[in-house]
């Protein structure tokens, strides 16, 4: 028996992107022209209109250029992180990243994803958390849902879908524990 998706049943399930449509235009145009570039490197100008979108903003994060950012109102960054380039924080919900963390340049934070067993492949949110010092390498992605404890590591190209303990080093999709520190 082979299931099939009908499009036209599409459920977003209770999703709202928090601010209204002005607002997310707004944001829109910002993001293109300040972040999604790689003609701006201020990263206290950065800092400033994620803070005056309602980002929580911490003390010298570094945001490389050229990085996608959804809703800046569901971002949280601590003191001293760092945000690599082509980063894209897809943010339909949450991302809180912690104090001294590292999204590497291509890495993926992704709140949403489908239900592919629904014919109405509706939408799931669920919400990231990076604790301090937590790390995620190159071209890795963050599912929906996903924890990573302080000190943690998720290796380059790797995929959590699942929890990252305090201390360990993650590899592979989906990502397993390859060192605890």
Known sequence: MSRKVDLSRYHKAGYYPGRNGFIRALWYITNVLFF???????????????RAYGA???????IKPCVNIKYPW???VGDNSWIGEEVWIDNLTDVEIGR?????????????NHDYTK????????????KDGAWVGAKAI?????????????TAGSVATRDI??????????????KQM
């Not at 001294?100 to 949403?112: D, E, I, P, T, Y």
């Not at 109405?120 to 990231?128: R, V, Y």
């Open 142 to 154: 963050v599912c929906p849902g996903v924890t990573m404890e302080e000190g943690s590591v998720l």
């Open 56 to 62: 929580q903003i911490g003390k010298r994060v570094v």
């Open 36 to 50: 999604k570039t790689s003609l701006c490197t201020w990263y206290g100008l950065k800092r400033g209109l994620l």
């Open 74 to 76: 569901h971002l949280s």
């Open 119 to 130: 014919e109405s492949f509706d939408l799931k949110t669920g919400t990231i958390v990076l």
């Open 100 to 112: 001294n963390c590292c999204v590497s340049q291509g890495a993926m934070l992704l709140c949403g």
């Open 165 to 178: 303990a305090k201390d360990c080093i993650c590899q592979g999709n989906p990502a397993v524990v390859k």
